[in-house]
């Protein structure tokens, strides 16, 4: 696990050799933040997910046409960084830029917190990931079918073409590389965490 770039916290929290192993100079400022974030979640949430190799970070802080859904591998110390689409009830404007968090049903917009991923299922976009969230502010991750999907207005060419991503109806959305690589890193109880976190 990585702290905020303190090498010190990293080898409290791993064993000794992955703690080793754990390359802290090699990431960026704002990957350390992502990775603090990582395992402050991860302690908070202790009991309630299951898998703690992984956690997913999502920083609605960023816009879409930047990578905003991080991977952080926790025993090798890294962070891998995918586009990722938010939805439609949080960006009204269609500019980008994620404005609210909702978790009211119907809202289409999304939900801020703790998320566990449960099991997969085959639905309209193939196989997507369900969520069960685990804070006040995304409690109804269920009902709302709130999950992980593929999707294609979560591609690379959107912003080529527009700028931007395309929207959800309040998923969390990737290209269908990403989404493959993103399912095998967090399925089956592991974490996922959308906030605004931000680069400065």
């Given at each position: 696990?990585?702290?905020g770039?303190?090498?010190?916290?990293?080898?409290?929290?791993?064993?000794?050799?992955?703690?080793?192993?754990?390359?802290?100079t090699?990431?960026?400022?704002?990957?350390?933040?992502?990775?603090?974030?990582a395992?402050?979640?991860?302690?908070?949430?202790?009991?309630?997910?299951?898998q703690?190799?992984n956690?997913?970070?999502?920083?609605?802080?960023?816009?879409?046409?930047k990578?905003?859904?991080?991977l952080?591998?926790?025993?090798?110390?890294t962070?891998r960084?995918?586009?990722?689409?938010?939805?439609?009830?949080?960006?009204f404007?269609?500019?980008?830029?994620?404005?609210r968090?909702?978790?009211?049903?119907?809202s289409?917009?999304?939900?801020?917190?703790?998320?566990?991923?449960?099991?997969?299922?085959t639905?309209k976009?193939?196989?997507?990931?369900?969520?069960?969230?685990?804070?006040?502010?995304?409690?109804?991750?269920?009902?709302?079918?709130?999950?992980?999907?593929p999707a294609?207005?979560?591609?690379?060419?959107?912003i080529?073409?527009?700028?931007?991503?395309?929207r959800?109806?309040?998923?969390?959305?990737?290209?269908?590389?990403?989404?493959?690589?993103?399912?095998m890193?967090l399925?089956?109880?592991r974490?996922?965490?959308?906030?605004?976190?931000?680069?400065?």
């Amino acid at each position: 696990m990585l702290a905020g770039g303190a090498a010190a916290s990293a080898s409290l929290l791993l064993p000794a050799r992955a703690a080793r192993a754990a390359t802290v100079t090699s990431l960026t400022p704002y990957e350390r933040r992502v990775a603090d974030v990582a395992i402050r979640q991860q302690s908070r949430m202790v009991g309630q997910i299951w898998q703690k190799d992984n956690v997913g970070i999502a920083d609605f802080a960023l816009p879409s046409w930047k990578p905003r859904m991080h991977l952080v591998d926790m025993q090798a110390g890294t962070v891998r960084s995918f586009l990722l689409a938010h939805g439609k009830g949080s960006d009204f404007e269609h500019d980008g830029w994620l404005k609210r968090f909702s978790d009211e049903p119907g809202s289409e917009a999304t939900s801020r917190g703790a998320f566990r991923t449960d099991d997969w299922y085959t639905g309209k976009y193939g196989v997507s990931l369900r969520l069960a969230g685990l804070d006040p502010d995304n409690s109804t991750a269920l009902e709302r079918l709130i999950v992980i999907h593929p999707a294609w207005y979560a591609e690379a060419d959107m912003i080529e073409k527009w700028g931007k991503l395309g929207r959800s109806s309040g998923c969390f959305a990737l290209g269908r590389q990403d989404y493959a690589d993103t399912l095998m890193s967090l399925y089956g109880g592991r974490l996922l965490f959308a906030d605004r976190i931000g680069e400065g």
